[in-house]
């Protein structure tokens, strides 16, 4: 018996009137499988002066980062290319959703968007990470934890305190 299955990543909408819809789906390709495969099962990597160097140097030559990089920052591109077909608008600002694997750096995803032409948009702010675990994205997909006055920092902090607390178990 074979084994196969495959992995997908999914744009979603959660628009201000609460409604919700899933807008794009994009195949993973064998490289971004054996990507998530390594990367599920690797440490966080250490700092390092002369790959900090070599990833900026990629970058000023318009190339991606690392290899890592450019293959998330292949698939990033196609769901990005099949979002906006799907919603006839341009994207430039997303929240990205990731596995929560140590050896999956912010570093590497921070790339990966700007080799992609996309940022993030929880990144410019003090207060926010720059990108959320996928448990708490699909928490948020079902309307758990969105603060109703998004736009005011202070207000949603307020909100947060009253809302009701879940315990919450998911698999990746």
Not at 115 to 132: D, E, K, M, Q, V
Request: charged share 25%.
């Amino acid at each position: 018996m074979v084994l196969t299955y495959s992995i997908s990543s999914v744009s979603a909408v959660h628009r201000v009137d609460n409604s919700k819809e899933n807008v794009a789906k994009v195949s993973a390709s064998q490289a971004y499988i054996e990507l998530m495969r390594r990367l599920s099962n690797a440490r966080k990597p250490e700092p390092s002066k002369i790959q900090d160097y070599i990833r900026w140097i990629n970058k000023k030559l318009g190339r991606a980062a690392t290899s890592d990089v450019a293959i998330l920052a292949n698939l990033i591109s196609d769901l990005k290319e099949a979002t906006e077909l799907s919603l006839a608008v341009p994207i430039d600002k997303v929240v990205f959703a990731t596995p929560c694997f140590p050896a999956l750096t912010k570093q590497d995803i921070s790339d990966a968007a700007e080799h992609a032409g996309i940022t993030s948009w929880l990144s410019p702010s003090f207060a926010y990470p720059n990108r959320i675990g996928e448990s708490n994205a699909v928490f948020a997909a079902y309307g758990n934890g969105i603060c109703q006055d998004y736009k005011d920092l202070y207000e949603c902090w307020d909100e947060e305190e009253e809302m009701e607390r879940h315990r919450v178990f998911t698999i990746t």
